[in-house]
């Protein structure tokens, strides 16, 4: 079995940054191999796609809302991902979760939340204005 836990939220100013990061345990060899996704959820809304990265790290997808803002990346070396982001604005506040996406899929253009099946339990993300 996998764990996903993430990390590097907080609170931060308009215009700030962070970088969140997603560190994998147990049976690690099953997620190196698979699609990375980092989704986020607002109160009140549904959680929505952020950015993807395939298992090698060679193609990224992100939303439109996000691009040139944030970048994702992997180390699979240290089971990790990371999600860069600058330039951050209110409208980014939410949980940000990490997700392994069913090792069926090697695109890194997986949007929806059904194709991805471990997820970490979320970490806060606040801009202020």
């Known amino acids: 079995q996998v764990q996903l836990v993430e990390s590097g939220g907080g609170l931060v100013q308009a215009g700030g940054s962070l970088r969140l990061s997603c560190a994998a345990s147990?049976?690690?060899?099953?997620?190196?191999?698979?699609?990375m996704g980092w989704f986020r959820q607002a109160p009140g809304k549904e959680r929505e796609f952020v950015a993807a990265?395939?298992?090698?790290?060679?193609?990224?997808y992100s939303t439109d809302s996000v691009k040139g803002r944030f970048t994702v990346s992997r180390d699979n070396a240290k089971n990790t991902v990371s999600l860069e982001m600058n330039s951050l604005k209110p409208e980014d506040t939410a949980v940000y979760y990490c997700?392994?996406?069913?090792?069926?899929?090697?695109?890194?253009?997986?949007?929806?939340?059904?194709?991805?099946?471990?997820w970490g339990p979320g970490t806060q993300v606040t801009v202020s204005s």
């Open positions: 997700a392994a996406a069913s090792p069926i899929y090697t695109t890194a253009v997986l949007t929806p939340t059904t194709a991805y099946d471990i």
């Open positions: 147990g049976r690690i060899f099953s997620v190196s191999t698979r699609t």
């Open positions: 990265i395939n298992w090698s790290g060679s193609s990224t």
